[in-house]
């Protein structure tokens, strides 16, 4: 078994540009190239060749502020099969001006050979929810590997929140991601992902059975400046089970929030996140260097309570943010 992470300063890269398929195609195939941990996954599939068509998605959403209307819509949208994304609607009751949108990927999986690319813009006071429509399911594997692109930029001003449903890593699943965020001080981004094992009761060997997943995550103040920060987290099981003492100490569910915010909410979000270690979770708070916010990290042994947790933290950063929690919870969720 082997894991690797750290939060670390610049390595003197750039945000990659997403802003048309075509650019985000050249900064995926950068991102593959850099990535040393795919070098055993390099195959290409005998079913379809990789970043075929149908298995290079890409969506780009631009969210705007309506003076007129009161309210922040999806003014532009760009997107390639298999990703879509349905119009915004205005379900947060909190935050009625508040445009969400739900991504969608047609293919209902990620199968080895798929390339996606998001990209999403706030623009100048703009506030925006983006989630997904479920689990993303990264199937089995046995040639190459699949990899995701995400930029998101934000404006003066400017309020962006992604939190997608968990990712479920199958047994033998292969998976590279690299989120790249841009943001002035005055602007607020909420990330967050939660990381499922494989599928429990499916196959003996299906809990922590997949062979890699990386995940990236660089934040910048302005486009074409280095990192103010950096993250990367590579996860390659073997024999052991990272549910040894040191590693997860017995919990099977990761769930990782990152609150990018003004430097004056950074010590009180913190101190109130707290930490503690209880039978079902274990939770704590990161400052992030240059006072860019709070990293939020929970460990437990199901999905519900790791979600319920990480609720507790968006919440939390909304009321002290924008002077309001969240509603509550819809009932199907």
Known sequence: MRERSAVRSSSGRKAPDCSSFEAAGK???????????????????????SAAVGKKGYLRLDFRRDERLGKTVLADLDRRVPLLAQKA?????????????????????????????????AEKNAHALVTTQSATKVHVMDHNHAAQLQRFRLEEGSWLEYVPD????????????????TLPESA????????VPGRRWHHEEELFGFDLYSAGFHVCREDGSEPIFEERLVLEPDESSFCNAGVMDGFEIFGSMFALVPEALVDELARDAGSAVTGELA????????????????LGHGVESV???????????????????LPPEFLWR
């Not at 900064?27 to 195959?43: G, K, P, Q």
């Not at 939770?283 to 929970?298: N, Q, S």
């Not at 933290?313 to 002290?320: A, T």
């Open 166 to 181: 968990p990712l479920i890593l199958h047994r033998h699943a292969r998976y590279v991601q690299d989120t790249w965020v």
């Open 283 to 298: 939770w704590g708070a990161l400052k992030l260097p240059a006072k860019a916010g709070v990293a939020f990290r929970v």
């Open 27 to 49: 900064a995926m195939e950068e991102l593959e190239r850099r990535a040393v941990e795919l070098e055993n996954y390099r195959d290409e599939p005998p079913q379809m060749k």
């Open 89 to 121: 609607l205005y379900w947060e009751e909190s935050q009625p001006d508040m445009a969400c949108v739900i991504t969608i990927a047609a293919t209902g999986c990620v199968v080895q050979g798929d390339r996606m690319a998001l990209d999403v813009r």
């Open 188 to 195: 607020c981004f909420i990330y967050g992902e939660m990381l």
């Open 307 to 325: 979600r319920a947790k990480m609720r507790e933290f968006h919440s939390l950063v909304r009321e002290r943010a924008l002077g309001r929690p």
